[in-house]
Structure formats: C-alpha cells, structure tokens
C-alpha cells in the first residue's frame, strides 16, 4: 500500500492551460514536500508545506497542505514547456524504527508548445 | 559548494561482479538514503541511515548492502548484480527525516 498516493499518474496539456496535481494519504503528516525532477537529473525541492490549511506560492506555482494535513495540491496556472518534469510529493513517516522520508509515484507532466 | 556526489556516473557491468557506488555529501547531514528509479515505478527506496552505524531496509533492499561508517559517506554495494539491478540509482541526504532532500546527480547501472 502506498502511503502517498499521487493523481493523475501522467498529464499531457498545452502550453497556456492551467492544472492541478495531487498528493493524498489516509495519514497524517507533520509536513509534505514537493520536488521537480526532469529527465536525467535529481529531484529538487520546490517547497515545504507545514501548517494545515497552508497556502504557498512560487511564481505561476501554488501549493495547498489539506486542513487535516492528509494531502496536498499543486496548481499551475498558465503552464510552460519548462514546467514539464515529474512532480514529486514526500512526508516524514515514523511507522517504522527510526523515521523516513517516503515518496508518492510522482506526476509526469508534459506541457507541449 | 554543498552538494552530493555519487561515482561513478555511469557503469555498464556483467552479472555477478561485485561492485560499489559511493556516495558522498559536505553538508554534516545525518540522513542519507539511496533510492532507485525505473520507468513506471517512480522512485524506490533501497536503505537508509539516520545516522552512522545506523541503517535501515527501504522498500527494496534485496541484493543491495549499505555501510555508514562515516557521517560523510553511504556506499551502496551489488555483492552479485543481476539484469534486474538495471537502473538509474539515487543518493540522497538531508539535516534529518522531514529536512530537504538533496539529491546527487545519479548512477546509471547496466548489468548484461
């Protein structure tokens, strides 16, 4: 069982529509992150969400924690061909023996021109 | 520059030759992990480390082995890789569980 669970797996838009991917989990997380990888490289950290009901925004980019920090959403507006990359959520989980970072399935976003 | 190295960048091997893909951070992070990434199956954790001496099983740790003798350092070794270890691998570090993860560029492994 995934315990992030990511939607939609991939998304093919145009350049110029607006979308929104999405993070959620029957869990509650203190905090969840969100990372861009492209082709060939290392995911790299957008932002960190941490207060339910957070609002965070980076250019055309906007983050929203759920109020029961159960999930997570990521809108663009206006989508470039650079916005194309796989989007990635993470959250700290204490289940085990000592803590990790888990990952979702990820988002593959193609933005054409 | 803080960052995270891993060698080599690319290695094609055969199968049962023992190999080590070092990994290595400049940041004093306590939280190192190694993940693997196929198409599909986005990225899978093989171990991690909350610190040294310290290591744990990720989702899939079969054929991997890990040491984390110095804070610095989290090698991952293929005692006998096999065709199925094909990927690109992953080192990653952070302060601690919930802190940023920096990745390093990413080890692409080919055993015929």
């Known amino acids: 069982t995934q315990l992030l669970e990511q939607s939609p797996q991939f998304l093919s838009i145009q350049e110029g529509e607006n979308l929104t991917v999405y993070c959620n989990s029957s869990?509650?997380?203190?905090?969840l992150q969100w990372y861009r990888q492209e082709p060939g490289e290392g995911p790299v950290l957008l932002v960190t969400?941490?207060?339910?009901?957070e609002v965070k925004k980076l250019k055309r980019l906007t983050f929203q924690f759920g109020d029961a920090r159960k999930d997570s959403s990521l809108h663009i507006t206006a989508a470039q061909p650079g916005d194309t990359g796989l989007y990635l959520c993470?959250?700290?989980?204490?289940?085990?023996?000592?803590?990790?970072?888990?990952f979702g399935k990820g988002t593959k976003l193609s933005v054409k021109p | 520059e803080a960052q995270v190295t891993q060698n080599p960048r690319y290695l094609i091997t055969v199968t049962g030759k023992k190999l080590t893909v070092t990994c290595s951070q400049n940041?004093?992070?306590?939280?190192m992990s190694w993940y693997r990434q196929d198409p599909g199956l986005g990225l899978r954790q093989i171990y991690y480390?909350?610190?040294?001496?310290?290591?744990d099983k990720g989702d899939v740790p079969e054929g991997y082995k890990v040491s984390r003798k110095e804070k610095r350092n989290f090698p991952l070794i293929l005692e006998s890789p096999s065709p199925n270890q094909t990927s690109l691998y992953f080192c990653?570090?952070?302060?601690?569980?919930?802190?940023?993860?920096?990745f390093g560029p990413g080890t692409r492994l080919t055993v015929l």
């Open positions: 990653a570090s952070s302060l601690g569980v919930g802190g940023t993860q920096y």
């Open positions: 869990s509650v997380f203190s905090s």
């Open positions: 969400v941490v207060t339910g009901g």
């Open positions: 993470a959250g700290p989980y204490y289940g085990g023996s000592q803590g990790n970072l888990i």
């Open positions: 940041m004093n992070h306590e939280y």
């Open positions: 480390s909350m610190n040294v001496e310290v290591t």
